[in-house]
């Protein structure tokens, strides 16, 4: 495992004095920082997340090489999506973890999220009665109660 300073040289920040301008350093620094949250994010174990998907490719009719290859029939795309979304709602993996695990992008997650809470959850009844299903058959109790009341 790289210490944060490991990365910040990897990332090209040379060390810098406190009290210098740092502004002209901010990318390579976050990337940094980020990267270094990451290790330990990895270290998460992922029984959740394959909960997730398990029930996923299940309500869906689906199996995770279908998720995973770029099938864009409306079941596929759907089911990544509900995945995606419910895999950063309900676990501690980020956006770039998510896609990697699934072979996409952080952006392409990112898009699957907004598609699911800004369109799907506020526009489609029908989308809107699926995800309750799956929620109610995924999660128990107060979680389920949390994710579908917000």
Not at 22 to 38: D, G, Q, V
């Amino acid at each position: 495992m790289k210490t944060a300073q490991e990365l910040l040289k990897e990332y090209g920040c040379p060390e810098i004095p406190f009290n210098e301008n740092i502004t002209m350093f901010y990318p390579a620094i976050i990337n940094a920082m980020e990267e270094y949250a990451n290790q330990f994010r990895s270290k998460i174990p992922k029984d959740e997340a394959d909960l997730i998907e398990e029930g996923i490719c299940e309500y869906y009719g689906v199996t995770v090489e279908q998720i995973v290859a770029s099938d864009t029939s409306k079941n596929i795309v759907e089911a990544r999506s509900v995945l995606f979304y419910l895999l950063k709602l309900q676990t501690r993996l980020t956006l770039a973890a998510i896609g990697e695990r699934y072979g996409r992008d952080h952006s392409t997650v990112l898009n699957g999220n907004k598609k699911v809470r800004k369109d799907w959850l506020v526009n489609d009844r029908a989308f809107i009665r699926r995800f309750r299903d799956i929620v109610k058959v995924l999660f128990e109790g107060d979680i389920a109660n949390e994710i579908l009341n917000g």
